[in-house]
């Protein structure tokens, strides 16, 4: 279904999905995500990136549930989703306007633009 790992070396949350979130699903998920968040001792500006592009699109009930139960997480400085698939691009547009996000076709595209610095990161989302 999916696969966390809090990468301390690079300050970043390293996700990837593989499977469809159910509401139940989902829940787990962000109770994982939430917990293993306060035990590694990230904060705030952290980098992520999510790795969906073993599927195509999430159901919508699913993708609501995790969206509210998220709803406080903490922000990140900036976030690389990764999809093939223009419905997927066009679900995560609908949910994630943060000026701070772009979406790749490509997991190792994603990774070089998290860990590029700052200024060069910022002038590739303008």
Known sequence: MYAIDFRHDLNMLDVRWTGLFTPPVALRYAREV????????????????????????QP??????????????????RIA?????????????????????????????AFAWLTEPAEAAALAVG
Request: hydrophobic share 40%.
């Open 60 to 77: 919508h009930d699913g993708l609501m549930t995790l969206h509210e139960a998220l709803r406080n997480y903490p922000r990140a400085s």
């Open 81 to 109: 989703m990764v999809t093939r698939s223009a419905l997927g691009r066009q679900q995560i547009r609908r949910l994630m306007h943060q000026p701070y996000l772009r979406i790749f076709d490509d997991a190792d595209l």
């Open 34 to 57: 939430i917990d293993g968040f306060r035990r590694s001792g990230f904060q705030p500006g952290y980098l992520l990136r999510i790795d969906m592009s073993a599927i195509i699109v």
